[in-house]
């Protein structure tokens, strides 16, 4: 396994077109998360997955934002209508909690990013 | 909710000498974990070293050790001999502990380290 693995690594689209992104987590991980980062700012957190249940989204995920994880594989963030504000960094990671374990530092593995520049 | 500082937005070391980068962070939590991730140009994030609060000694993982003072509510990052390869983005992050469930990671806006020859 060689990781947290991101597709495409940069995409450049017109305001109004939709656009996807894939995250490949490491194979034995359940958890699954998206983050977006912007220039100067520390990622922040718009989702995540326990297996294939999508059980939190943030107020950043607008209507526009859709993720899926079919069969707790991969995953997908779709992002439709784009807007300028949408342009940043949306980096994938997972992690592996056991949740019957009490404690225990539910350490993030990270992608290297899909860069999104909406123009 | 929790937040974190990081007052240095950027800092530059020689090679070979010793640098340390700030955190502060606000929460009401005993419980948490803290974390310092390094994010090398255009490459993923990667843990560098953790600590959990309730464990009083300084976490240390080969040159990067941490001095955590919790009721200063301080944890800042010191890189000893330092490589170019050190060169990046580090962040600090919080994790309030919570079994089970989401365990919220909130980030710093990070500090930019150059490492001159």
């Known amino acids: 396994d060689t990781g947290v693995s991101q597709n495409p690594r940069h995409k450049i689209t017109k305001r109004g077109q939709n656009v996807t992104f894939r995250c490949d987590p490491i194979s034995e991980h359940n958890r699954l998360y998206w983050y977006r980062q912007t220039l100067g700012q520390g990622p922040e957190f718009l989702t995540y997955?326990?297996?294939?249940?999508?059980?939190?989204k943030s107020r950043l995920l607008s209507d526009r934002f859709s993720a899926e994880r079919p069969k707790g594989s991969f995953s997908t963030l779709e992002i439709q209508r784009t807007e300028q504000g949408d342009s940043a960094m949306y980096l994938c990671?997972?992690?592996?909690?056991?949740?019957?374990?009490?404690?225990?530092?539910?350490?993030?593995?990270f992608g290297a990013g899909s860069r999104l520049t909406v123009l | 909710a929790q937040t974190v500082t990081q007052s240095q937005p950027e800092m530059s070391v020689q090679e070979a000498e010793t640098v340390t980068l700030s955190c502060t962070y606000d929460t009401s939590e005993n419980n948490y974990y803290l974390f310092w991730y390094k994010q090398p140009p255009s490459r993923q994030m990667i843990l560098v070293i953790r600590q959990e609060a309730y464990k009083q000694q300084n976490a240390t993982e080969n040159r990067f050790s941490v001095n955590f003072q919790k009721a200063a509510k301080s944890f800042s990052l010191k890189i000893s001999d330092s490589q170019l390869g050190d060169t990046a983005m580090y962040f600090c992050?919080?994790?309030?502990?919570?079994?089970?469930?989401?365990?919220?990671?909130?980030f710093g806006i990070g500090t930019k380290l150059q490492v001159i020859p």
């Open positions: 992050a919080f994790m309030k502990h919570k079994v089970g469930g989401y365990q919220k990671v909130t």
């Open positions: 997955f326990q297996n294939e249940a999508q059980l939190e």
């Open positions: 990671a997972s992690s592996l909690v056991h949740t019957a374990f009490q404690g225990g530092a539910n350490v993030l593995t």
